[in-house]
Structures are given as C-alpha cells and as structure tokens.
C-alpha cells in the first residue's frame, strides 16, 4: 500500500503547542520506520514551509533552515517519493473542478487531488474533511481518535 500526506500532519507534527502535535508526530514517525511507500506533493511540502514559518499562523514559527530541515529528513527517508503536476494537469483539474466547483480553501485541496490522481494514488492522509469530496480517495485521519 501507498499513501498521500497532506500538509497538516506536517504543520501538526512541527507545532509543539497544537493538540495534535503527539499523534501527527507518532504517526509521521511510524510511516519513517515503515516500508511502505509515502508520497509528498510539490505543493504540500511549500505549503508546508509557507506555514511553518509564518509568525501570524504559528505560535512560535520554525525557522526558515529548520522547516526545510524537517523537509531534507523526510525526502532523505528511502520510501519517500515526490510527486508534482504531471502531463495534461489543467484537464485534469478541470474534470475535479466541474465535480467540485472549488473556491477558497478547496483550491489547493483540489490541486493536490488532482496530482494524486494524476499519479494513481488513492490513500491520504489528512485531518482535512475537505477531502472527502472527492470520490476517487480513501482518506485516512491518523489523528482521528
């Protein structure tokens, strides 16, 4: 099996003051000693750091250098692949989108849906209920209780 993680298990295991920091960062850790294969999307990873680091989102943002640590040990990780925008990407948005109708939020959460899509994975993992709107995805809360 293959999964998808979505920037939110990343913010959650890098942010010590959130409710969620235990469970993302035991979770992240397992999927790290695990043998599967774990997929990280251009666009999670910067959205990633655009977080991490901004002061008006985190209590106490990371450093420029020690987000992108952070990301340096997961891509460092050997069952870590990275995934972007393939071939045809805006049809294939534009097919997610007339289903979806995204706007705000949902338009970043239906560009991720369409690279995984693209790429033939099915499984993420996120604490964003968003995700449910897309039919192709099975999508697994690792922080649910």
């Not at 999927?31 to 002061?55: F, K, N, Q």
Request: hydrophobic content about 45%.
């Amino acid at each position: 099996m293959s999964l998808a993680i979505d920037a939110n298990i990343l913010l959650y295991a890098s942010d010590a003051a959130n409710a969620f920091h235990d469970h993302a960062r035991q979770f992240l850790e397992r999927c790290a000693a695990g043998d599967e294969i774990v997929y990280l999307a251009w666009p999670t990873l910067m959205a990633y750091l655009r977080i991490s680091t901004h002061h008006a989102i985190f209590s106490e943002p990371l450093s420029t250098q020690a987000a992108m640590q952070n990301v340096d040990n997961l891509l460092a990780l050997p069952q870590v692949r990275t995934i972007g925008e393939g071939e045809g990407f805006w049809r294939a948005y534009r097919q997610l989108a007339d289903a979806t109708l995204p706007r705000g939020n949902l338009v970043p959460d239906t560009h991720l849906a369409t690279i995984l899509r693209q790429h033939g994975i099915n499984t993420i993992c996120t604490h964003d209920r968003d995700f449910r709107r897309f039919s192709f995805l099975k999508v697994m809360d690792p922080l649910a209780p």
